[in-house]
């Protein structure tokens, strides 16, 4: 299979970036390792005239600490941060969602920035980003902006992000929560995305658990929060019972995903089953 | 409308005048005439067309060439160097193929694989070999090959 004939640009600095997808607009595509562009390209489902390749842009591909958050560079591949220190002892579960992903060849190239800006409903960082209450930094030629991971996955494919923007980094604060931390899935198996995904974050240092969060993916059209499920574990412990009362509600009240893989009864019961097991991974 | 690119394949650089549009495997079977990195299905899925670039796995059909630009690829036939490549041993001593087709693909991803855990287990090595599809299933054999190659880099 082949794409369409295209005009492909490698720009070396970040203002060279925003200008060529400021000047471009709609006629471009951002190209980051392409593990998602390419293969709808080759099906024609995407037919970009122009592509610009961000993967040159310095300093775009560094994870650092920032003091409060761990910045997470948007071209920082799958396998670069499954392999940080910082982001393993910040957010576990940032890290064992990264080591879940795909397969050594995908977790290679693709990067975050690319799997949030493409936001299947069905890939591991939407729910991930979620838990950790991360920040989505984006730029264009006339400013930057932050955007909470609550507030940028709108839809089935669908984001925040405008045209003209590119995502520079992701920050995953450090927090008691995200410290513990898990994250969950039932793989598809063969292509390893997502039927069902499940990260949790909770602060359980005191007497009960505070800042509770557990975040789908998978489940529906939209990665999201289970306030259902939040709210019955905050200020309980952290034991069988409360858990399996939690895991109870759910994704109640949501509108589960229906398709060849997984009928939405069948994806409603294994997000329990998999929120139990991602809750019982926390400490 | 072409464009130039300088891209190493196993130690030789190459420069050709390509469109954008090339799949970097159809650049190394078509351009170059390395027909040992095959196309299994051409939707990411089987890693027939495994590759390494800048030492990294990667599914060959799942990159343009022009993104390759500037770096070095290497393929299945990169891996000999006077003599077989300990994973090619290992294939050849632990019966690893059948008809052959996943073999370069098997190998370029368990090269990887060894490149970072030397001494893997069985189960890390099925779960490395996650892209890799063999219609042969030849799977426990392959599995088998890479633990033998495993103990001869080792040794
Ligand atoms: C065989 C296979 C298995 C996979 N399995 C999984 C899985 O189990 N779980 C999972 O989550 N994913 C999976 N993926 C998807 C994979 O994670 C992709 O790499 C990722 O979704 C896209 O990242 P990329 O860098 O390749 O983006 P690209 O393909 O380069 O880009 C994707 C989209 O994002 C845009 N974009 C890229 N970077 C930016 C940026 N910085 N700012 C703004 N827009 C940008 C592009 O314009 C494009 O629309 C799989 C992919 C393959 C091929
Ligand atoms: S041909 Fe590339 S993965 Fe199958
Ligand atoms: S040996 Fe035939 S496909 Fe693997």
Redesign the pocket.
């Known amino acids: 299979m082949i794409p369409s004939q295209i005009a492909y640009q490698k720009p070396e600095s970040l203002e060279e970036a925003l200008n060529c997808v400021g000047d471009l607009g709609d006629m471009c595509?951002?190209?980051?390792?392409?593990?998602?562009?390419?293969?709808v390209m080759k099906l024609r489902l995407a037919d970009p005239e122009n592509l610009v390749d961000?993967t040159g842009i310095p300093g775009l591909k560094e994870i650092s600490d920032a003091g409060d958050s761990i910045s997470i560079g948007?071209?920082a591949t799958?396998a670069d941060i499954a392999n940080s220190r910082p982001i393993h002892s910040a957010a576990p579960m940032v890290s064992k969602a990264a080591s879940?992903?795909?397969?050594i060849q995908?977790r290679n190239?693709?990067?975050i920035?690319?799997?949030i800006?493409?936001a299947?409903p069905s890939?591991?960082?939407p729910a991930v980003l979620l838990a950790a209450d991360a920040s989505i930094n984006m730029q264009s030629r006339s400013g930057s902006r932050s955007v909470k991971a609550s507030e940028f996955f709108l839809g089935l494919f669908m984001t925040a992000?405008q045209t003209g923007?590119?995502?520079t980094s992701i920050d995953i604060p450090k927090s008691a929560a995200n410290a513990n931390s898990n994250y969950e899935k039932f793989?598809q198996p063969a292509?390893?995305?997502?039927l069902v995904g499940c990260a949790v974050a909770a602060d359980n240092s005191g007497d009960a658990l505070a800042d509770v969060r557990v975040a789908f993916n998978g489940v529906s059209a939209t990665p999201f929060r289970d306030g259902g499920v939040e709210s019955a574990l905050t200020g309980s412990g952290l034991n069988d019972e409360s858990i399996s009362a939690a895991c109870g509600v759910a994704a109640d009240g949501v509108d589960v995903m229906s398709d060849h893989f997984a009928s939405s009864a069948y994806r409603k019961s294994m997000a329990a089953v998999f929120a139990k097991r991602a809750l019982k991974g926390l400490s | 409308m072409k464009t130039n690119v300088k891209i190493t394949v196993n130690g030789t650089v190459y420069e050709r005048e390509i469109e954008p549009r090339m799949l970097l495997v159809y650049f190394l079977r078509e351009e170059l005439h390395l027909t040992g990195t095959h196309i299994g299905c051409d939707t990411?899925?089987c890693g027939a067309c495994t590759v390494h670039l800048d030492g990294k796995a990667l599914k060959s059909c799942?990159m343009l060439a022009v993104q390759a630009n500037g770096m070095s690829v290497t393929t299945i036939e990169g891996m000999a160097n006077g003599e077989m490549h300990p994973l090619q041993k290992g294939f050849h001593e632990e019966h690893g193929l059948q008809c052959g087709f996943c073999t370069p693909g098997m190998i370029m991803t368990a090269a990887d694989l060894l490149a970072s855990n030397p001494n893997p287990t069985e189960h890390e090595i099925r779960e490395s070999l996650e892209?890799n599809l063999c219609r042969c299933t030849g799977y426990h054999n392959i599995v088998k090959s890479i633990q033998h190659a495993a103990k001869e880099m080792q040794s």
């Open positions: 595509k951002i190209l980051a390792g392409g593990h998602s562009l390419i293969p961000i948007a071209c799958h879940m992903i795909g397969d995908v190239f693709g990067t920035g690319g799997s800006a493409h299947d890939a591991d960082w992000l923007e590119i995502i793989a292509s390893r995305f997502a | 990411s899925s799942s892209g």
